[in-house]
């Protein structure tokens, strides 16, 4: 039992040094519950996040807390500044961000936790998941390497239940994507399980592939 223990905590620590040794600057676009809560678990594990709204002035609270390595800013402003982009926005949001960052996301992964429903996103969100989501990100911000998780967890249970060995999936198919969204989800405190972008509506809330999984349940769902 010791053993397991000392061997988390040493996944730990170099989790913690190596943001540290090479921290990253996430720009956070959409700063509500799951870019709050993501972006504020990222900073505690080392990197810079600039956090970002349409009303970034309203960010104090949030920058305050999550700590020094953390800043407000524009839309335009993160999508600039971040070497990676976490895009956490309502689906209805897609097309009006696509004109927004037009041209400054080229060539930088974007994780997208954002889900289209037909109810909430109307027509955007019933054709997102009609044509399948991955294809409507790229549609929508053509020229990034796209990365696609955290999209079918609470964003409560993102702070309650980080560091406690839990999987979650990780949609990508370049390489680029797959290891920016691989290290991203560890820094966070879970453990990636990479699947193709071709099989992101599974993992959409209440599919096959959503939710936090335990190490025999992961397992049964990679087939192992
Ligand atoms: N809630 C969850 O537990 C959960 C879990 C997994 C995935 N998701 C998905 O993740 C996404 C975010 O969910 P959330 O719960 O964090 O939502 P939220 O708390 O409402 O935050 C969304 C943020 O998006 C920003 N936004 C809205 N319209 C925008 C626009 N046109 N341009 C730029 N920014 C815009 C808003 O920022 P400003 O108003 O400050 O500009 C807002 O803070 C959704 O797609 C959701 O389905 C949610």
Known sequence: MSRIFFLMFAGMVM?????MADPLKIGVIGSGNVGGTLGTLWVKAGHS??????????????????????????????????????????????????????????????????NPFGGRDAEVG???LEMGVASADQQYLPGIHLVRAFNAI???????QSGKDKAIAVFADDAQARDMGARLVRDAGFLPVI????????????GPLSGLWNEAELKRKVGL
């Open 126 to 128: 019933r054709k997102a």
């Open 49 to 114: 996040v600039m956090f970002s709204s349409r009303h970034p002035e309203e960010l104090t609270d949030l920058v305050n807390s999550a700590g020094p390595n953390a800043q407000a800013g524009s839309v335009s402003d993160a999508a600039t500044w971040g070497d990676v982009i976490v895009l956490s926005v309502p689906y209805g949001a897609m097309p009006e961000l696509s004109e927004k960052v037009q041209g400054k996301l080229d060539g930088k992964v974007v994780l997208s936790t954002s």
């Open 154 to 160: 609470g964003y409560a249970s993102m702070k309650d």
């Open 15 to 19: 989790c913690v040094s190596q943001a």
């Open 195 to 206: 699947f193709p972008l071709a099989r992101a509506n599974e993992g959409l809330p209440g």
